[in-house]
């Protein structure tokens, strides 16, 4: 059964078996699906230029790019299934061919994002136990599955967003006080998505495990508001992000868990929009948090162009923007002792071509304005490939960085 669920649904051989099964199933519904086809490519004609201005021109809803192959899987799948619906002599029997398509059409996607990795992804082995807050505060002991001590997995009410996730190791309840990481999803994007798709709990396990129950207590918070929402993580005109990620957030934790009180130990970070974010917050408020990861984040916050951002969120003022833009403010700081306690990861995909130059300047960026930074590149595109194993590899930092030996 382990060896199932190791097979990989991402590498160079699945990415052919699905390319390949998704030409078969569409040249099958343009062959055999004689009444349907016709309408069914006049439909997609129209269905594909729309979805790619929606997605990259407005209301464009994601601020990162997207592949010309994902729109081409997609509008396999939607001829495909639309092809097999309007032949009612083919439909049933073609049935399974549509429901290929679509898995197939997934699949592609995922070859791109690697929300799943493998076969066993899809349903994961549990490594935490999950709770409300009332039951973990009830708690006297570790949870434990299968003989050994496990970490806790809490939902934590954060009003006016989404409630958090937390994970908390087991030495917590063998009196350890523990420091912070906050983590920060993408957009789209939700609290939950760090441990679903990023498998963040799998990570933080074996970080517990072998190192005698410690781990950092991770607070997978939201930065987003709604699953597609994008406030470029300021104050804006709906959500006043920039203060609840460096206000609300730490003292709602503090209120609920036993921590390390001195948010210099604390590390705020994220992938994508939430790398965007976290470097947003420490530069907006840098006794929020001692250290922070950019993982894949953006040049500046944006709603898909300069001009728009600053419109819809600063009513037009330029200056207004800078005042809170990152880059700006590093820039502004060179030379000073404003962020000189800061320390910082930024990562990206060397099949990234945006996020590698982004944040190669902003991390000189950082340095020059005092910051301890670096900069790094891991095998992967704008994907959960790279995301994963970037918080795998920065952990110690986290930890070393929140007085963890």
Known sequence: MQAIRSISVVSPTA???????????????LVLC??????????????????????TV??????????????????GAVFTVIAVLLDSDMRVKLAPVAAVSVLMAYLAVNLVYEQYPTVGSFHPIPVSVSMTVDEFKARTSAP???????????????????????????????????????????SPGSPQRWYV????????????????GKAPIVVSADGTGTTTGNPACVD?????????????????????????????????????????????VVTNAPESYGSFLDFSGEAEPTLGTHKKTVDELFNGD?????????????????????????????????HDPDATKALTHLNELARGAGMNTDFQTLPGGHSFQVWRTALRENLDFVAQRGGIS
């Open 15 to 29: 990415a052919v078996v699905i390319y390949s099964c998704l030409v078969i199933v569409v040249v099958s519904a």
């Open 34 to 55: 004689s009444r349907g086809r016709r309408t069914a490519g006049v439909v997609t004609a129209i269905i594909l230029p729309l979805a790619v201005f929606i997605l």
């Open 58 to 75: 407005w209301p464009r809803p994601f601020p990162d790019a997207i592949p010309w192959y994902v729109y081409a899987s997609g509008a």
């Open 144 to 186: 434990v599955l299968d003989g050994r001590e496990v970490g806790a997995m809490v939902t934590l009410p954060a009003a006016p967003m989404r409630d958090a996730v937390v994970y908390v190791p087991p030495a917590y309840w063998h009196g350890a006080t523990l420091p912070v990481l906050v983590l920060l999803a993408g």
């Open 197 to 212: 798709d990023g498998e963040a709990d799998q990570a933080l396990d074996d970080y517990q495990y072998e190192h005698d």
């Open 236 to 280: 804006g005109p709906e959500r006043d992000v920039q203060t609840y990620l460096a206000e609300t957030i730490p003292q709602t934790v503090k209120d609920n868990f036993r921590v390390v009180e001195d948010q210099k130990n604390w590390t705020i970070g994220g992938l994508s929009y939430g790398g965007t974010c976290a470097l947003q």
């Open 318 to 350: 330029e200056e207004a923007f800078q005042s809170v833009n990152a880059a700006t403010l590093l820039l502004r700081a060179t030379g000073t002792q404003t962020y000189s306690r800061i320390a910082g990861k930024f990562v990206a995909g060397d």
